[in-house]
């Protein structure tokens, strides 16, 4: 049971940290840590801002999570016929969520930039306004994260019958890089550019593995479904 369990989550959590690092994800990551490094003369402001924004993303994607499932699983026809046929559709979800991570099915990347007016209600909130823009960007969904959300972490999350933990860890997992990079500005602030190259060198080889995978996976299902 442990590790049914396990497996669910390792793959929520994983998909939150490909989703983190992608193209238009990590612009609004990157949106938001100028707005955590204002602070950076103050390191235990600035983690404090990194925390709320991570709890921000988490709280978003939770209730996103939980009002879907729920209402997935809600109407009892709705619900059987999930249980039924989610292995036999997520063979050709896999599959198209997989292209769009080998990029072989082009996609608008969003701008995710921080408006004038979210920088002041942001501003006029104080550190809270770190906990605002962690829910906003959340919602903001762009191309791949949608994919990655809707297309692989909502089946996911209707096939376990979870819609509360498997889309916190998954939440958790998107703020995990600007802790990470609040951690740097506290501390170390000159480290914060080498870790943002290194960080674009592994999503470019994550994505591609993870699309392999997803393509071989979907395959599977597809073959064992349909063929």
Known sequence: M?????VPLASAFWLGILTSISPCPLTTNIAAISYVGRRVGKPASV?????????????AYLLVGVL?????????????MLQKHMNMALGPVLIVVGLILLELIPLPV???????????KADSLGIGGAGLLGIVFALSFCPTSAALFFGSLLPLA??????????????????LPVLLFALMLAFATNKVAQAFN??????????????????LVGGYYCAVYFL
Do not use: K
């Open 2 to 6: 442990t590790e049914s369990i396990l």
């Open 47 to 59: 983690l404090q801002a990194g925390l709320l924004y991570t709890a921000g993303r988490a709280l």
């Open 68 to 80: 879907l499932v729920s209402s997935l699983l809600s109407a009892p026809s709705l619900s059987q």
């Open 110 to 120: 969003g701008s995710g930039g921080l408006s004038a007016a979210l920088q002041n």
């Open 158 to 175: 209707v096939q376990q019958q979870s819609g509360l933990l498997i889309p916190g860890i998954y939440g958790l997992a998107t703020g």
């Open 198 to 215: 290194r960080i674009t060198i592994f999503e470019r080889w994550a994505r591609r593995l993870t699309g392999l995978l997803f393509l």
